[in-house]
Nanobody, 123 residues
Framework: QVQLVESGGGLVQAGGSLRLSCAAS????????IGWYRQAPGKQRELVAGLSSSGSTNYADSVKGRFTISRDNAKNTVYLQMNSLKPEDTAVYYC?????????????????WGQGTQVTVSS
């Protein structure tokens, strides 16, 4: 089992910044890909930013140039730096990880979600 614990959400004025963190822990694992999704009230959950094991990144068009995803491998932590925040960025942000979990001599590929952290941007 792998646990994802998010932190860093909060209330900020439009134009402000926040940095979200997601720390992964648990069974021996390797991360294939890790990223951030968000879900606003009444809307579907959407991908915000993703980071592959090779280091390639992808972003939703709505956040390109404003958000940056990064990773500290030593800490098994992924970050989402959010700048120039807009009211439409208001949502619950979820960390998502696609991992190989090692069990003895075997491994399985699993997907995990964090519990979510609220980001509210006031106008």
């Amino acid at each position: 089992q792998v646990q994802l614990v998010e932190s860093g959400g909060g209330l900020v004025q439009a134009g402000g910044s926040l940095r979200l963190s997601c720390a992964a822990s648990g069974s021996p694992f390797d991360i294939n890909a890790i990223g951030w999704y968000r879900q606003a009230p009444g809307k579907q959950r959407e991908l915000v930013a993703g980071l592959s094991s090779s280091g390639s990144t992808n972003y939703a068009d709505s956040v390109k140039g404003r958000f940056t995803i990064s990773r500290d491998n030593a800490k098994n932590t992924v970050y989402l730096q959010m700048n120039s925040l807009k009211p439409e960025d208001t949502a619950v942000y979820y960390c998502h990880a696609d991992v190989f979990v090692y069990y003895g001599l075997g491994r399985s590929r699993d997907v995990y979600w964090g519990q979510g952290t609220q980001v509210t941007v006031s106008s």
